[in-house]
C-alpha cells in the first residue's frame, strides 16, 4: 500500500461552517503534512507533523486546525473560512521527515 | 525566503519529442525532488536525487543533481500525449528549523500535439 487518502474529494462550506478534512496513510510512514495550492501555482507548506507531534506551522491563520490523533491519520479542521481560502488541500507523508513526500489527491475546497 | 526558479514556464512539443526543463537557486539543497500533477489531483513523484551530480532515470524520464547543489534537471525522451501535466521541481531543506521544507519551483506546463 503507497497510496495516501485523502477524504473529501470535494467541499462546499459555507464561512459560518465546521468541516474536517482527513488523511489516512498505512505507509508506515511518521512525517505528515498538510499543503494549500491554487490553481496554477506550486503548493504551499501549512504543517508539519513529526512522530504525532507538530514540528512546524508555516504562521497558518488559526482558523485551520491540524491535529494527528495518530501515526496513521492527518486531519484539518476547518472553522470560519473566508472565501479566499478556496484552493486544493494536499495531504503528504515520509518515511521521516527530510524524506521524500508521497502526496495524497487532494481535498478540492469551495468557500462561499 | 528561498525561491526556485523553473523553466520553461510552459511547453507546447509534438509527440515524440524531446523534452528538457530545469530549476535553479541561490540556495544549497540536499534533495531535489520532480513531480508531475494532472488537474484536481496531487502531484506524484517520479524521481528524487540525493547526491550531488546524481543522474537517475525512470523509464523515458532521466534527472539530474546539478554539482553545485543549486540546480537539476529533467528530460522527457520521446514524449506521448498522457505526458501532458504540471512538472514540478522541488528542493527539500535540512537543518535546524528547516527540515522537513520541501520548496517548489513555479511550475512547467507540458502540452503535447498527437
Known amino acids: 500500500d503507497t497510496e495516501v487518502t485523502q477524504t473529501p474529494k470535494h467541499l462546499v462550506m459555507g464561512m459560518t461552517n465546521k468541516k474536517s478534512l482527513k488523511c489516512e496513510q498505512h505507509?508506515?510512514?511518521?512525517?505528515m503534512y498538510w499543503y494549500k495550492q491554487k490553481a496554477k501555482k506550486p503548493p504551499e507548506l501549512m504543517f508539519v507533523y513529526s512522530y504525532e507531534k507538530l514540528s512546524i506551522n508555516e504562521s497558518v491563520p488559526s482558523r485551520f486546525s491540524p491535529e494527528c490523533p495518530n501515526s496513521s491519520l492527518l486531519n484539518l479542521h476547518l472553522h470560519a473560512l473566508q472565501p479566499e481560502d478556496s484552493a486544493l488541500y494536499l495531504c503528504?507523508?515520509?518515511?521521516?521527515?527530510?524524506?521524500?513526500?508521497?502526496f495524497g489527491s487532494g481535498t478540492q475546497l469551495s468557500v462561499l | 525566503g528561498q525561491q526556485l526558479n523553473q523553466s520553461p514556464q510552459s511547453m507546447f512539443i509534438q509527440e515524440g519529442e524531446d523534452v528538457s526543463m530545469n530549476c535553479t537557486s541561490s540556495s544549497i539543497f540536499n534533495t531535489w525532488l520532480w513531480y508531475k500533477q494532472d488537474p484536481g489531483e496531487g502531484p506524484v513523484l517520479l524521481i528524487a536525487?540525493?547526491?550531488?551530480?546524481e543522474l537517475t532515470s525512470n523509464g523515458r524520464l532521466t534527472a539530474q543533481f546539478g554539482i553545485t547543489r543549486k540546480d537539476s534537471f529533467l528530460n522527457i525522451s520521446a514524449s506521448i500525449p498522457s505526458d501532458v501535466g504540471i512538472y514540478f521541481c522541488a528542493g527539500q531543506l535540512w537543518g535546524s528549523s528547516n527540515t522537513g521544507k520541501l520548496i517548489f519551483g513555479q511550475g512547467t506546463t507540458l502540452q503535447v500535439k498527437p
Open positions: 505507509m508506515g510512514h511518521r512525517a
Open positions: 536525487l540525493y547526491k550531488a551530480g
Open positions: 503528504a507523508s515520509s518515511l521521516t521527515v527530510g524524506e521524500k513526500l508521497f
